[in-house]
T-cell receptor, first 117, second 114 residues
Framework: AQTVTQSQPEMSVQEAETVTLSCTYD???????LFWYKQPPSRQMILVIR??????QNATENRFSVNFQKAAKSFSLKISDSQLGDTAMYFCAFMKQGGGSNYKLTFGKGTLLTVNP | EAQVTQNPRYLITVTGKKLTVTCSQNMNHEYMSWYRQDPGLGLRQIYY???????DKGDVPEGYKVSRKEKRNFPLILESPSPNQTSLYFCASSLSLNSYTEAFFGQGTRLTVV
């Protein structure tokens, strides 16, 4: 079974600064996907960024980038130029590739990020 | 507009009173799933469905039932709700089992069982 660990329950950052959210995972699989989801106060689950394990290059989406270390099983999210609208709960998630019968997302417990003006 | 629609968004009920949370998607997705979100636990999968009439248990299925009679609908049924089922529930769907496609989430249902 896979596990996902987010060791920072809460974090805060000043507007326009950079913040990094940590995520580690444990799996015996070689092919998988990793995700960061954002959940603002509206409760909507929003996909921020996705990384395929077979890709060495780190994924980036505008101000969001990841540091994927496959050997260390680490998948951190960096948010640059933080904005007030980035205030949300962030979840790290894992999904086995070629899921067989279940494309289950395994989530971490979440990190509540607050961006201060 | 492509979307996953859950109803109701909020529900307060009493212990033992059967309830159904509906989930419908308009994207012809094969795969649908239910998760519950609890503070400090993240989201955990309750049930999933690969296609019509094909459902299976996730990690926390106790106290829940599902059905998949039509491709677009995947209701979550609580036959006899208990206070420990007070939670935020999400339905999700994705297109194909054969390759990765993004999971689309509903807007969540906040359930309180008293």
């Amino acid at each position: 079974a896979q596990t996902v660990t987010q060791s920072q329950p809460e974090m805060s950052v000043q507007e326009a600064e950079t913040v990094t959210l940590s995520c580690t995972y444990d799996t015996s699989e070689n092919n998988y996907y990793l995700f960061w989801y954002k959940q603002p106060p509206s409760r909507q689950m929003i996909l921020v960024i996705r990384q395929e394990a077979y890709k060495q290059q780190n994924a980036t989406e505008n101000r969001f980038s990841v540091n994927f270390q496959k050997a260390a099983k680490s998948f951190s999210l960096k948010i640059s130029d933080s904005q007030l609208g980035d205030t949300a709960m962030y979840f790290c998630a894992f999904m086995k590739q070629g899921g067989g019968s279940n494309y289950k997302l395994t989530f971490g417990k979440g990190t509540l990020l607050t961006v201060n003006p | 507009e492509a979307q996953v629609t859950q109803n109701p968004r909020y529900l307060i009920t009493v212990t033992g009173k059967k309830l159904t949370v509906t989930c419908s998607q308009n994207m012809n997705h094969e795969y649908m799933s239910w998760y519950r979100q609890d503070p400090g636990l993240g989201l955990r999968q309750i049930y999933y469905s690969m296609n019509v009439e094909v459902t299976d248990k996730g990690d926390v299925p106790e106290g829940y039932k599902v059905s998949r009679k039509e491709k677009r609908n995947f209701p979550l049924i609580l036959e006899s709700p208990s206070p420990n089922q007070t939670s935020l529930y999400f339905c999700a769907s994705s297109l194909s089992l054969n390759s990765y496609t993004e999971a689309f989430f509903g807007q969540g249902t906040r359930l309180t069982v008293v």
